[in-house]
């Protein structure tokens, strides 16, 4: 896209690097909150790569600056996590991974830091969409830096509501009970880093830190909408640490955006320490709110943009051989009957216009209300 | 008129009758005078003899003569008497009639000179004032005399000393060369005063006066002793001529510096522009050595430096932000600029504190005749200018102002720009008054403001405030001195209100006081001598963070003044050893005093500067001296003359640095911050070394040049990962130090005259950093070199204009450079719900090459020199190929892909049209 006269902003793909790049990453969260710690280990892939390559059978262990040790058990895919561990202020917990490779890691050791409830997520009706914002303070004055997760849960319907479904090779009448597709939940976990601070407050309040913006006419917003907020808080060098990620892979582009560089966390690999090591090892318990927005409580003018061009097209009863061959792109809506009473056309959909379960499910999250 | 005919018919006849009469009267003359007044000579004679003498007697009142005649008949003692004098004789039957000399000139011509230049009715003018008003020498065919007047013949060398002045404006003429007549050397140069001091012949001297812009002069002088005169020389009528710029050709070859570029506004005008408003910094850019990190950029980077350590003046004041509208416009006003001068290499000994460059910017004075004025009308700004006298001829005033109404430029951008706003203005208001022949005052003004507001909330301002009264002072022939005190402010302002809870006002600003006094000795025809002292006091708020409004619950937070003063004093002797071989020795001591009240943080020796190794701070009561640092400074230059128009030059410069601008970002942008120079923070130091090769061609008119330079430079200032830098009470722990070294040559050729003038110019250049020092946190790039912001090894540049006829002229202008360094991904990782990019070592890749043309053409009115108003016309197209530069490139992810993209700043072609009206 160029703007009239002053810049243009466009795809550049400089030749590719090809470098072997193979660092650790760590992510994850030592909680002393009584909640599950979970750590997720990795490794950089290059840019073309398309597959993720996650770091199997290490040793992972948090480590008590009292000298209390606790293993945390390997749970798949990279991911490792242990329920609850039995730690808590003020002792000081530390990260150590060992590889399979033999190589070990180690973070610094940092303070839990247990972070002050949620007192608010508001919202703001713009004219072209719906902020949502969060309060906090902590009477202490000893938070200052927040950091914020959500999980965004949504009741949609699809386009089309469809009453048929093809079973083996025939086309029976749905059971709307057990076998409907029109409704579903969205849900969708956040992908943006979200830090705030007050450390430039009087007092330790956090007064409407914007938390996401959504757009009016997403889906996300047309019938009924949640977000779990979870707030942690943390010390300056993580606060540093997280605000410089976000710089660096979020927010550059503007003209006086700062230089992208090299992003240190708080690991260190003792036995090769020219191996750098990417991720931030932070401890303490999270906050969380849920809250709820109902389409009635938006403006009426706000209509949900279909995602795809859905239209409807009819096959007559001879031409059906594409809805068996072809269910996704010709998945039946509904059947027209002839005056005798048979079925003389089906009218079918894109199976993203028809089937909400392409982009959601159909269980019912526990916290949703009846 | 008519008085003035008459006159000249009397003298004529007289002249004619004195010829004749000359031979018939035979009286004998005996006579021994010392030291002898005329009327005292007269007396004698008319009591020794029936002549009868007639003469003004006041005319001849500093006369003294010393003669013995013997047996001389009375038209030999006359001779003989009023020898090397202006006065004549003319002797009808027994009556002499004594007349001051200039009137019958062609007597002595006769004498003393074959010059038949010299007959002239021009010469019966009479300016030679006797109240003590240094005479002005308007004119080629007459003779001025200079000094003490005496029948003796004189001997040995005078001085000679002036201003040159412009005959239409009472301007000062600077860089006007004075050359002796069929003489290929110069005597010497005005400098930026219009001054002159020049070592000659004392006797009858014709001198050759060549200037930029206006016609070579020759005048006629009969020295007698050290004096002074001031020359009025005739501008160019620059429509109808071509402008003779043989002064400022020789310049490249004679002068003793190297690495100086001077260009005047006129080619400056020249140069196509974005907008088609011509722009000063763009056109610094054109010149060899000088490199901008990109097109939104007037920050400028010479020889490899950062855009802080260039010294930028405005008629001698610091400008410390010299761009408006996010770099798009430079600061300075074209239409009062009379030059501007760019010392890459060679900084004069007087000029100190910022390591790369110092780049001069000098306003014309304002027209002391009559009034004028011009008007212009562009795309995004308009400007006007008047200018003219306030008494008579003594006092004069320049103003100018210029504003823009770009809004309407944003409002074409697409809707998520709507809400953006920007607008600047600025003016000058220079007044010079010439008490007497030895004293002036130049009173200098500048103000600006930007305001801008891109896309956001949250709203910018800054602005420049520049203030200055000097004092230009002929102590006598020999002895010059200017004496400035001067004011210079930079500030600006960020305001966010959309949350009332959180809205701010955080505010920067940076004021500085100086007073310096400059002297120029010409102890003789071999030396000149500059020394001065020169001192600055800083004081820098580096901060203020206050609420905006009265919900507001941000808490005020100061980060302490800064306080500082920095003093120099210098001298340099300028010695030309032969006619071949000169020097330039100067020697600058600075002495840096960083001042209480302050809190000052210490550290752990030996540990990085991190806020985790701070031991403890101490604070400093007010004016108390917290840290000294000084420094000698080598200021070198030699110049040899291999032949007439080829000489070879070299130099050698140290330098200091105590305030530096601290940017996180590539360009200049209005929110970096100055720093001074603490315990903390060294000051940056630089040395440089370099050579040259100067040849001119073609009786001067084609100029080339070639530069070799190698640079260190130490404690050059670089960043950690994610520095924070505003309202940062410890921005020590921050940034690092690095050392460097920056090497190059620069070729240029210059066609200066001809239908078709210009240059091209070419630079391989690097500048490469390192930090080296542990104990200052993680090394950059494990302490290996890297590439600077500003190492773009190619820069090509070409200039040209071509004038078709005397009212049509074109531009083309073509650059081309290396693209220059940046980080990129070299790799990606999950982490926090997003795939994410991880960067490469600093500065390892560079982004694609630059290129752009663009070409003007300028269409003049018609040259009658009577009429109301004089206007032109400049359309032309910015950018011609359209190409799409990158500015910068960056990377983000959405939705878990990695998308790059290139941020182009001007990437289509832009025409653009002028008006401009001159009254």
Not at chain 1, 38 to 52: G, K, P, V, Y
Not at chain 2, 700 to 727: P, Q, R, W
Not at chain 2, 774 to 801: C, E, M, R, V, W
Request: proline content about 4%; some cysteine.
């Amino acid at each position: 896209m160029c703007l009239v006269l002053w810049s243009c902003k466009k795809p550049y793909t400089p030749e590719v690097i090809t470098k072997d790049v193979n660092y650790l990453v760590v992510e994850g969260f030592i909680n002393a909150g009584g909640d599950s710690t979970i750590i997720t280990l990795s490794r950089t892939s290059n840019l073309t790569d398309t597959q993720s390559k996650p770091e199997l059978h290490a040793i992972v262990v948090v480590e008590g600056d009292d000298n209390k040790t606790y293993n945390i058990g390997e749970k798949g895919n990279g991911k490792y996590g242990e329920w609850a561990l039995p730690i808590g202020n003020p002792t000081k917990y530390r990260l150590k991974i060992i590889t399979t490779n033999g190589n070990i890691y180690l973070s610094d050791f940092v303070e839990p830091k247990i972070s002050p409830k949620i007192d608010d997520i508001s919202w703001d009706i713009k004219p072209d969409g719906l902020q949502i914002n969060a309060s906090s303070h902590d009477v202490n004055n000893n938070s200052r830096y927040y950091r914020f997760e959500y999980d965004q849960t949504w009741q949609f319907v699809s386009n089309y509501f469809s009453s048929i479904i093809l079973k083996g090779d025939k086309l029976v009448k749905r059971n709307p009970d057990t076998e409907d597709i029109y409704s579903c939940f969205g849900n969708d976990h956040s992908s943006q880093i979200t830090v705030a601070s007050t450390a430039r407050l009087t007092n330790d309040i956090l007064s409407k830190a914007p938390i996401l913006f959504i757009r009016s006419n997403e889906e996300k917003l047309s019938i009924k909408y949640s977000i779990l907020l979870k707030q942690y808080t943390m010390s300056e060098k993580e606060y540093k640490y997280w605000e410089t990620l976000k710089k660096n892979t979020e927010n550059l582009g503007s003209i006086f955006d700062p230089q992208p560089s090299f992003v240190l966390g708080n690991l260190k690999c003792t036995n090769n320490p020219d191996e750098k090591v990417l991720g931030y090892i932070g401890a303490g318990s999270a906050s969380t709110k849920r809250i709820f927005i109902d389409k009635a409580e938006l403006p009426q003018t706000w209509e949900k943009e279909e995602l795809f061009t859905c239209k409807l097209d009819s096959l007559h009863i001879s031409e059906t051989g594409v809805i068996f061959n072809n269910p996704n792109k010709a998945t039946p809506v509904y059947a027209v009957y002839g005056f005798k009473g048979f079925v003389e056309a089906y009218y079918v959909s894109s199976v993203f216009c028809v089937d909400c379960t392409t982009r959601g499910t159909k269980t019912k999250p526990n916290f949703w209300p009846q | 008129m008519t008085t003035k005919k008459t006159l000249f018919l009397l003298v004529f006849i007289l002249c004619i009758l004195s010829k004749i009469s000359a031979q018939e009267n035979k009286t004998i003359i005996n006579e021994n005078f010392q030291k002898a007044k005329i009327d005292q000579i007269v007396k004698e004679l008319e009591l020794k003899s029936t002549l009868q003498f007639f003469y003004n007697e006041k005319d001849f009142d500093n006369y003294a003569f010393s003669f013995k005649a013997e047996n001389l008949p009375i038209n030999q003692f006359l001779d003989s008497l009023f020898f090397k004098t202006d006065i004549r004789y003319s002797i009808y039957n027994n009556q002499i009639f004594l007349t001051k000399g200039k009137e019958i000139n062609f007597e002595i011509a006769s004498v003393h000179s074959k010059d038949p230049e010299l007959k002239d009715e021009e010469s019966l003018s009479n300016t030679h004032e006797l109240s003590g008003e240094i005479p002005l020498a308007r004119v080629a065919n007459k003779l001025y005399e200079v000094g003490q007047k005496s029948n003796e013949l004189p001997t040995g060398t005078s001085v000679l000393s002036g201003f040159i002045i412009s005959n239409r404006t009472g301007e000062i003429v600077p860089d006007a060369t004075i050359f002796l007549q069929n003489n290929t050397s110069a005597l010497g140069a005005t400098n930026n005063s219009g001054y002159f001091s020049i070592t000659l012949p004392s006797g009858k001297n014709k001198l050759l006066i060549k200037s930029l812009g206006m016609q070579d002069a020759y005048r006629q002088i009969m020295l007698y002793t050290n004096g002074r005169l001031n020359f009025e020389l005739q501008p160019q009528v620059f429509t109808l001529n071509e402008v003779n710029i043989s002064a400022e050709k020789i310049r490249n070859v004679k002068a003793v510096e190297l690495g100086v570029n001077r260009l005047d506004i006129k080619s400056i005008k020249q140069v196509p522009v974005v907008f088609g408003e011509a722009d000063i910094l763009r056109v610094v850019l054109t010149l060899p050595g000088v490199k901008s990190v990109g097109e939104a950029s007037t920050g400028f980077n010479v020889r490899g430096g950062s855009t802080d350590q260039n010294l930028v003046l405005l008629n001698d004041v610091t400008v410390f932000s010299p761009a408006h509208f996010f770099g798009f416009f430079s600061a300075f006003n074209p239409e009062l600029v009379r030059d501007i001068e760019l010392y890459k290499s060679s900084i004069p000994q007087k000029y100190g504190g910022r390591l790369s460059s110092v780049l001069e910017v000098t306003n014309r004075e304002g027209n002391k005749n009559k009034f004028t004025g011009s008007a212009g009308i562009g795309l995004l700004t308009s400007r006007l200018n008047i200018e003219g006298p306030i008494d008579s001829g003594k006092t004069s005033f320049l103003f100018g102002g210029r504003t823009t109404y770009a809004n309407w430029l944003l409002n074409l951008l697409p809707k998520e720009y709507k809400n953006s706003r920007a607008s600047f203005y600025d003016f000058n208001l220079d007044i010079s008054h010439k008490i007497n022949e030895k004293n002036s005052l130049l009173l200098s003004s500048y103000f600006s403001a930007d305001k801008f507001k891109l896309n956001s909330d949250t709203s910018y301002k800054y602005a420049n405030n520049n203030l200055s009264l000097r004092w230009k002072h002929v102590f006598n022939e020999k002895l010059y001195g200017n004496l400035m005190g001067s004011y210079s402010g930079y500030n600006y302002n960020v305001q966010s209100e959309s949350n009332p809870i959180t809205a701010y006002n955080l505010f920067f600003g940076v004021k500085q006081g100086s007073a310096k006094a400059d002297f120029s000795y010409v102890l003789n025809n071999q030396h000149t001598i500059d020394f001065g002292i020169n001192t600055i006091y800083y004081n820098l708020s580096p901060g203020e963070y206050t609420p905006s409004g009265e919900s507001s619950l941000v808490s005020t937070k100061l980060i302490a003044n800064e306080k500082a003063l920095e003093t120099a004093i210098y001298i340099g002797d300028r010695f030309d050893i032969s006619s071949k071989l000169s020097v330039n020795l100067g020697l600058r001591y600075s002495l840096y005093n960083y001042l209480g009240p302050n809190t000052v943080n210490n550290y752990a020796p030996g540990l990085p500067i991190e806020e985790n190794n701070k031991t403890g701070s101490k604070t400093y009561g007010s004016g108390k001296i917290i840290r000294t640092y000084q420094n000698p400074e080598i200021r070198a230059s030699f110049r040899y003359s291999i032949a007439d128009n080829l000489s070879v030059k070299g130099g050698y410069n140290t330098l200091n640095q105590y305030i530096h601008l601290l940017s996180n970002s590539t360009s200049i942008s209005p929110t970096d911050i100055w720093k001074l120079s603490d315990p903390n923070i060294k000051p940056q130091k630089g040395s440089q070394i370099s050579l040259g090769i100067y040849k001119n061609n073609k009786s001067n008119t084609i100029e080339f040049s070639a530069e070799g330079y190698y640079k260190k430079l130490k404690d050059y200032l670089d960043y950690k990962s994610g520095a924070t830098l505003v309202l940062n009470d410890h921005i020590e722990t921050d940034v690092v130090r690095t050392e460097g070294e920056a090497y190059g040559a620069e070729f240029m050729i210059k066609k200066n005259a001809g239908a078709l003038n210009g240059w091209v110019s070419y630079t391989y250049s690097r500048t490469l950093l390192r930090m080296t020092d542990a104990s200052q946190g993680d090394l950059i790039n494990n302490g290996a070199y890297y590439p600077g912001n500003a190492d773009k090894p190619h820069d090509f540049n070409f200039t040209g204009n071509y004038r078709f006829t005397h009212r049509y002229s074109m531009s083309i202008n073509i650059a081309y450079s290396t693209g220059r360094p940046i980080t990129l991904p070299i790799a990606k990782y999950e982490y926090a719900g997003s795939i994410r990019v991880l960067y490469s070592d600093r500065n390892q890749y560079r982004i694609p090459d630059y290129f752009r043309s663009d070409i003007s053409f300028n269409i003049e009115g018609n040259h009658k020199i009577k009429q109301l108003t004089h206007n032109s016309w400049t359309i032309g197209v910015y950018n011609l190929t359209g190409r799409q530069n990158a500015y910068s490139t960056y990377f983000t992810s959405n939705n878990g892909s990695i998308n790059g993209y290139k941020l182009s700043i001007f990437a289509t072609a832009i025409p653009f049209i002028n008006y401009n009206i001159r009254f």
